[in-house]
């Protein structure tokens, strides 16, 4: 009797924890997609599927695919070109100066993709300092960006795995008479080639689903499926063609996540890890070291050039463009000042980072867990995949679908300000679960089998094996999400009410109207913004998890 | 014939190596011994061109290697777990050096690397080399499915595969079970013989360094304190260091050292290849000068023929003996054998017997 109950209480707490994130996924992921999906597919009371043939074969759709294709092979393939020396530099040598190299080169993904948009328009418009080459609005724009927006991901993944190899074996190697070229072929790559692909799946997704950077550089020249979804629902209201492209581009998410789960599965090794691997640079590592200081300089670049800009006028330095930044009527594109649209956003963010922390924690707990059962893995790992679903689908449709079905009683969260916190944290769910659930995992199921021994219940022994290592993972999860919040802006350039935008809409609202006021203050904004979420990304960074956006 | 000279490695301004100066004859096999952390991978690396030298020369065969990398050094190098690629099979490990064209200039023309091209030449220099290490059969074998030994014979066959100038073995066998570590030394002592490999062995374990190699080299913080012949290392340790690193327990001066040569027997077993008991030298000159006998616990034997006599304090079976830790009268607390079956328990009083085998004395 006794140890039937020992055994149901905590299979029943974890199920009454998995509900909640459940239902939470099902009123604001399931019932938006579906209603939107809905829109399109069942207008009228009806299934109408004969859309989806006139809809895939308009050339513009043709164009888009095409284009969303090609150009996120290109920037994965231009991406793992310059990642991998530049993670070879700064895994395996050592150096002064180093750490802060890493931060550096970190520090772009973690830019909200409006203001990477404004940092590259900054760089490449006339007045620029790359402005004679004429790249402003042209799809060699959107590449770079790319590319500077996700160097980060293919440094870090396929780093820390570089970091942690066995030298020993690229010495074997060598020393039976592989050249360091044939060593790195034939040893080094085959085993990086599990992060190598990894990194490559992740970086194609943030490529093939871009949004705000497309919609800041590319303007209404360039579309990704994304970018097309926003026109169709914002400008054309051709619902039924946006709800096509919604399932073509979550069909294609799923399809290259298995396909890389698989990549990634055919090609692993058991590796043997170790530590302290990292060497001084030689004379023969010049050539890489040279790769790897031009890769920094074209990071720090737009950087640079954003700040710069933000500072001048004319022809001399000013801070105008930030002293407008307090004032309420200093663009006729807005109707608040850009310090209310930072508080905005700071108040936003918290409310977004408390929800996505604690339905994070809630599912990171249960997708840890180990069932006895195959029946019960089974079911974890459906949980596991679902909350990684949000990954998939275009925040564009998440954001719509929130207009269309959150309309009506009961749920008539139209005019709340519930909404942008509510869509953000649900872009954020995904990340915080990947950046606390590894951490719980790697806590050896014995500890607490340990502490059970000795007389702990379920939740004493729960809290005495994996609460000591909780906190970081969570810390890290809290800034993680709320520097995502801050930078969100596919589903909040919905949802937002024009009387209280968050700063990336501002941003966005600047750009997009001509006039060099505009300009300097977009640029402005986005320094501060940038500031704002470095910031915090530096703080997550402190707690060195290494789980932090790790899929 | 591998001779280093004044060979220095430094880590910015840590010496890990220094004034290292010594010689493998061709087809010798020279073991570094040392506790871990004393430089011997480091020296190991270095030799292999791994580790840039801060001062001195390695040369192989009278030709200065340096500025020659790794890949043209024609070595092997074998590690204590193997470090096989996972990604290939046992066999595609082994055809691994089988398939790299190195230049070798000053290698005589070999039969079966003029084969190398046909592809069933390989395949039959795969197969012969796995029978050399024992595992016929194995090459489409997955690495993951070996045993550790297995792994380990699979190395070796590998970097025998390089037919390599000089074979570099870091602890080839510390990652081994015991019973196994020494079966497969025995055999890797045959291979290397068989094969005339000239192989430098780091090692921590003076056992293995004692089954494998000719020459033994002692490393304690980067430097060589002993090298010589294996026998007379083991025999005639220079320093108390030494001594207790390859395995001497006791330490005797004055009285009590001359005490136990006195009863040591006169004639004693000698060991083949030494010029004599160090026990004879070390009656003669351990009175007086301040010199140390220093004694392996096998030097000590309860027997009841023998002449000394003490106190058991406490004693504990081993694999194929009793080690007794032993009060000897006139003597002190020392380290004794006693034969399997003995039953001795703190406080009973035995007689020993001291054996010349097993006893050095250490200079002043």
Redo the contacts between chains.
């Keep these: 009797m006794g140890r039937h109950r020992d055994r149901l209480i905590p299979a029943l707490g974890v199920g009454l924890l998995a509900l909640v994130p459940l239902a939470f996924l099902a009123v604001f992921f399931v019932l938006p997609v579906g209603g939107m999906l809905m829109r399109g597919f069942h207008p009228d009371g009806a299934w109408d599927f004969s859309g989806v043939a006139e809809v895939l074969g308009r050339p513009r759709t043709a164009r888009v695919l095409w284009f969303t294709v090609s150009m996120a092979a290109a920037g994965t393939a231009l991406t793992l070109l310059l990642g991998l020396p530049l993670a070879f530099v700064l895994y395996r040598l050592r150096f002064a100066g180093r750490a802060v190299l890493r931060a550096v080169v970190v520090m772009p993904f973690v830019l909200p993709t409006v203001v990477v948009g404004v940092m590259f328009r900054a760089l490449l418009s006339s007045g620029g300092p790359l402005g004679f080459l004429g790249w402003d609005r042209s799809w060699v724009a959107i590449l770079l960006a790319y590319v500077f927006f996700n160097l980060a991901v293919v440094v870090r993944t396929v780093g820390s795995m570089w970091e942690g190899l066995?030298r020993?074996?690229e010495?074997?190697?060598?020393?039976?008479?592989?050249?360091?070229g044939?060593?790195f072929r034939?040893?080094t790559l085959?085993?990086l080639m599990p992060s190598i692909i990894s990194a490559g799946t992740l970086v194609f997704l943030f490529c093939s689903t871009a949004f705000g950077v497309v919609l800041t550089l590319g303007g209404l020249r360039y579309g990704t499926i994304e970018s097309e979804i926003y026109l169709l629902t914002t400008e054309f209201l051709d619902l039924q063609a946006a709800a096509v492209l919604s399932v073509i581009q979550l069909l294609a998410v799923v399809v290259m996540l298995a396909l890389a789960a698989r990549g990634r599965a055919r090609?692993e090794?058991?590796?043997?890890r170790t530590r302290g691997v990292a060497r001084?640079p030689?004379r023969a590592d010049g050539p890489l070291l040279v790769v790897a200081g031009v890769v920094v300089g074209f990071i720090l670049l737009p950087v640079l050039t954003l700040v710069w800009r933000s500072l001048r006028d004319g022809g001399g330095w000013t801070l105008d463009n930030y002293r407008l930044l307090a004032e309420p009527g200093a663009s006729p594109a807005l109707r608040v000042s850009i310090m209310e649209a930072v508080e905005n956003s700071l108040r936003t963010a918290v409310d977004a980072t408390v929800l996505a922390v604690l339905l994070g924690l809630c599912v990171a707990v249960v997708v840890s867990r180990r069932p006895r059962r195959a029946a019960g893995r089974r079911v974890v790992s459906a949980l596991d995949g679902a909350f990684m679903l949000p990954l998939g689908i275009s925040a564009v449709t998440v954001g719509f679908g929130f207009l269309i079905t959150l309309d009506r009683p009961p749920l008539d969260l139209r005019t709340s300000a519930v909404l942008v916190p509510i869509a953000q944290a649900l872009v954020a769910l995904p990340l915080v679960v990947r950046t606390i659930a590894p951490v719980l995992r790697s806590v050896d199921p014995r500890l607490r089998q340990a502490a059970a021994a000795l007389g702990a219940g379920p939740l004493r022994a729960a809290s005495t094996a994996e609460g000591p290592v909780l906190w970081r993972p969570l810390l890290a999860a809290t800034g993680f999400a709320f520097a995502i919040s801050l930078g969100e802006f596919g589903a909040t350039s919905f949802l937002s009410r024009p009387d209280r935008p968050t700063v990336p809409v501002v941003i966005y609202q600047l750009i997009s109207r001509p006039g060099v006021d505009n300009l300097g203050m977009a640029l402005a904004a986005s320094v501060v913004l940038a500031l704002l979420t470095v910031t915090v990304m530096g703080l997550v960074e402190r707690l060195r998890v290494g789980s932090v956006g790790a899929f | 014939m591998l001779e280093l000279n004044d060979v220095g490695v430094r880590?910015?301004s840590t010496v890990a190596v220094a004034d290292v100066t010594l010689t493998v004859p061709e087809g010798e096999v020279l073991a570094v011994l040392g506790p871990s952390g004393c430089g011997k991978s480091t020296l190991l690396?270095a030799i292999?061109?791994?580790e840039?030298l801060a001062t001195g020369t390695v040369a192989l065969d009278g030709t200065d290697l340096a500025g020659v990398?790794?890949?043209?050094?024609?070595?092997?190098?074998?590690?204590q777990?193997g470090?096989l690629?996972?990604?290939l099979d046992v066999a595609g490990n082994i055809r691994?050096?089988l398939s790299?064209r190195?230049p070798n200039p000053d290698r005589r023309p070999n039969p079966d690397r003029a084969r190398r091209a046909a592809p069933s030449a390989v395949t039959e220099r795969v197969e012969e080399l796995l029978e050399t290490v024992g595992l016929p059969g194995y090459g489409s074998r997955e690495v993951?499915t070996l045993s550790g030994g297995e792994q380990q014979r699979v190395?070796l066959a590998?970097?025998l595969a390089?037919e390599?100038r000089l074979l570099?073995l870091?602890e080839p066998l510390s990652a081994l079970d015991r019973s196994l570590r020494e079966r497969l030394a025995g055999d890797l002592r045959g291979i290397l013989t068989q094969t005339g490999t000239t192989a430098l062995l780091v090692t921590h374990d003076h056992d293995e360094a004692f089954t494998l190699a000719d020459r033994m080299a002692l490393m304690f913080d980067g430097r060589i304190v002993q090298h010589g012949p294996t026998q007379e290392v083991w025999t005639r340790p220079a320093t108390r260091q030494v001594a207790e690193f390859i395995g001497f327990s006791t330490f005797l001066t004055g009285d009590p050292a001359r005490r136990v040569l006195a009863a040591t027997e006169a004639r004693t077993p000698r060991q083949a290849g030494t010029g004599g008991s160090s026990a004879d030298a070390g009656r003669s000159t351990v009175d007086g000068d301040g010199s140390t006998l220093a004694l392996r616990r096998s030097a000590l034997r309860v027997d009841p023929a023998g002449s000394l006599e003490g106190t058991v304090v406490s004693a504990g079976a081993i694999s194929d003996a009793v080690r007794v830790e032993l009060d000897l009268d006139g003597v002190g607390v020392v380290e004794a054998l006693a034969d399997q079956h003995a039953t001795l328990r703190a406080g009973d009083r035995c007689r020993v017997r001291a054996h010349a085998v097993g006893m050095a004395r250490l200079g002043p």
């Design positions: 066995d020993r074996a010495d074997a190697a060598a020393a039976l008479g592989a050249s360091p044939r060593v034939t040893v085959p085993a090609t090794q058991s590796l043997t001084a030689r | 880590f910015g690396r292999a061109g791994l840039e990398p790794t890949h043209r050094r024609g070595f092997a190098l074998m590690f777990d470090q690629f996972r990604h691994y050096p790299l190195r993951s190395a590998r970097a390089a390599p570099l870091d």
